[in-house]
């Protein structure tokens, strides 16, 4: 098994380019079963995550294959299946999303429940209603469902709660559905205006995503493009917060600040001087950090519950306590107890987690417990010192093309072994 190994204690210096979204590319690659046609995605991050939809791509009986680094060409006029294994489903478990696109180009789909994940339970109950708005029958007994559509009507859609995959999953039924769907209480993030600009390369109309209503006008038939993916933000986030906890200054080549603005506010507010323009965002961290006033986790614009654990990382070694409150997933704090094997002082309660800040952290053998949690760990080992060896890093490689390169080129000692 392959481990990160890394040596802290010295500052960052250095440029590196931002890979493309991991939660742009993973619905974009479910949307792509819309087109019946060829579709190019530049930009497209090699990631764990997307080997496993591009698992499901094939073998719902489409093509994908790699043409130079980050070029992905899909090709899905051959697909001949509409129904997703229980052992692919459990590759990925935002594999939910295919659901809508099935439906939309099959009228008929046959998907195992992604169940829980490392952050707790992941219910898909908002998706599921709202495809039964669209005239969806859905089944889901015995952990399976089975869902028919023969003919799915566009209306309006009422969203609970703003939730990213059921925006998505019912964005790509509305894009198969007669009519005009509306989706109230839509979630706002920038990758659903990443799907919608893919969804309008295809020649579909969808207009409202970045805003809480989203409006479909379904039934077009949609035809393949050339697309180049947004650069991931949480990606940017991370290596921010690993300079601002090494200390240094970096440059982070194709990150857009308007789309982590409370991430870099609480950078900002910790110490940090950032500036940013079209080319990217430069970060400068000279002193030891100051804590921050509360973080709480909330759908976007809020603070982004993917950051919530690398921001630990970064403050670990800060002056004072800040507050942590994680609002969007129930198991969201597993990282801490690693963390605290590198002498970090943090105290969970409940939704509540509180970071005093101490002088020194040390190098430890710690273990991923989940994909950010992991990106948490090796922020804190560039500011620990000594040797601190990071296993179980498959949960960083669902979402970090490799990390371990895009550090070094930030100036860290790190290597995988
Ligand atoms: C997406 C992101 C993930 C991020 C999360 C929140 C992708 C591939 N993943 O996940 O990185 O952490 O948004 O920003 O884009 N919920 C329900 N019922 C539902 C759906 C969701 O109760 O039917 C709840 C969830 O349990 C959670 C909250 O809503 O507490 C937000 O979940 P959601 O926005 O759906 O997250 P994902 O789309 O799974």
Redesign the pocket.
Known sequence: MSQLRIRGGSRLQGEADIQGA??SI??ILAATLLTADQVELRGCPRLR?VDASIHILRDLGCRARWEGENTLLVDTRALDGCAVSERLMREM??SA?FLGAILARCGQAELSYPGGCE??????????SGLRDLGAEIDDAGGVLHCKAPRLKGREIVLS????????NLMLAACGASGVTTITGA?Q?P?IVDLQNFLSACGARVSGAGSSTVSVEGGRPLHGCTYTVMPDR?AAATYLCAAASAGGEIFLRGAREEHLSTVTAVLREAGCSILSDAAGIACASRDRLSAVRPVRTA??PGF???AQAILMAALLKSRGATVFEEN???SRYRHVDELSRMGADIRVSGRAAVVTGTERLHGAPVRCTDLRGGAALCVAALAAEGETTVREIGHIDRGYEDIARDLRRLGADIVRL
């Open positions: 991991k939660n993973l619905p995550d478990r935002s999303i952050l707790g339970p992941r219910p898909i109950d908002l998706h599921l709660l703003p939730s990213v995959g059921a925006t998505e979630a993030e990758e949480i759908p976007y982004p519950t993917d969007m997933f129930s």
